[in-house]
């Protein structure tokens, strides 16, 4: 049987034999009781990584940015972030849902804004019938501007700013993994000007499920707290830790052949009549190109029918996520049918 291609996203990867071992092997105990040798290993292990006092295993990457603002805030406070960001565009409306929030949008280019654009959007003190500005937040790499990379530069600029109005900075580093890869900027480089973190190891890291949040120790007691209330306190975690432990050191490097991979298919998609692409903005694993005289919905359903999956992006926008179940030969494979779909 032909093997589908799949790349509508990192998330799609499956654990690898040797990741399977670890869960396998994995020491347990009851995480809620703070008894499993795994999960706090993985704990301890990740907050080292990325320089913070602590760290916590959560279900998902939502779960991991919503408890962060949900500790960092209180209802009737304000979250500035982009206007393309994760956490306005797909956590279904958690921040208000959850913790009684609301997000001011900045509209960013490529996924990244300035201290210019921000410093107007913070609201004054004095001004009680407003909301509070509480935090700015960032994401880094930007997945709906297409895995684009945050400069280091600006995000120190906008960590001085969040310390002048006594505000926040949380990082949505879901692939602060790939941002680092791609710059040699450390994760507790990029980590140390943020007050919270949330990075997740289900996409390129090959994780089937979870995500670390990290901050100081008292930030991260308080989020414990909100796991538990939120039903997310699970008990012999150690076999997803383990997975996790064994992604956060073995599979950080390789993500630079998933950028590779999907330069590769930026390039040839370029050379393509009828697609339109950005290469520039393809700085990591994700890849957006608009296909001309043909709708999204119609060239996706083409090459489905052709063994390629394909995701979208913005409206209009089509997105192949490189990863590391999807081999060069593969994706020179999708780059064919993608060809014969523009004839
Ligand atoms: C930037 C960003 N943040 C958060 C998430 C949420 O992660 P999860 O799907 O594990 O909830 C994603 C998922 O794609 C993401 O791209």
């Given amino acids: 049987m032909k093997k589908i291609i799949d790349l509508r996203s990192d998330t ?31 704990e301890k292990y990740a907050a080292e990584l990325l320089g913070k006092e602590a760290a916590l295993f959560v279900a998902s990457g ?50 990244v804004f300035t201290p210019e654009q921000v ?42 700013l969040a310390k002048k109005y006594n505000l926040y900075f949380h990082l949505d580093g879901a692939r602060i993994w790939n941002a680092s890869v791609e710059t040699g900027i450390s994760p507790a480089d990029y980590a140390k000007h943020f007050d919270s973190v949330s990075c997740c190891l289900s996409k390129g890291l090959g994780a089937p499920i979870g995500s670390i949040i990290a ?27 383990a997975a996790g432990l064994f992604a956060l050191k073995n599979n950080i490097p390789r993500l630079k052949e998933d950028h590779i991979k999907a330069k590769v298919l930026a390039e040839a998609l370029s050379k393509i009549s009828g697609l339109t692409i950005q290469k520039e903005l393809v700085q990591t694993n994700i890849v957006m190109f608009i296909p001309s005289k043909m709708s999204v919905e119609n060239f996706l359903a083409k090459a489905k029918d052709a063994g390629v999956l394909l995701g979208t992006g913005k409206v209009g926008v089509i997105r192949a996520v490189t990863h590391m179940d999807v081999s060069t030969e593969e994706i020179d494979q999708a780059t064919k049918v993608i060809e014969k779909i523009m004839l």
């Fill in 119 to 160: 410093e107007p959007l913070i609201r004054p003190e004095s001004a009680y019938y407003m909301a509070r500005t509480k935090v700015i937040e960032v994401e880094n790499t930007h997945n709906r501007a297409g895995g684009t990379i945050n400069p280091i530069g600006n995000i120190k600029a906008l960590s001085e």
């Fill in 62 to 111: 939502v779960m991991g940015n919503q408890i962060c603002l949900n500790v960092l805030t209180q209802p009737g406070d304000e979250v500035i972030c982009e206007k393309d960001a994760h956490i306005f565009q797909y956590e279904s409306g958690s921040p208000a849902a959850l913790s009684g929030i609301q997000l001011s949008l900045v509209d960013g280019t490529n996924g």
């Fill in 215 to 241: 901050g100081t120790k008292d930030f991260i007691k308080e989020a414990y707290r909100v796991r538990k209330a939120w039903g997310g306190g699970m008990r012999q975690v150690g076999i997803l830790a």
């Fill in 12 to 42: 799609i990867t499956k654990p690898s034999q040797e990741m399977r071992k670890a869960m396998y092997d994995a020491e347990v105990g009851d995480d809620v009781y703070k008894e499993d040798p795994t999960a706090n290993e993985l």
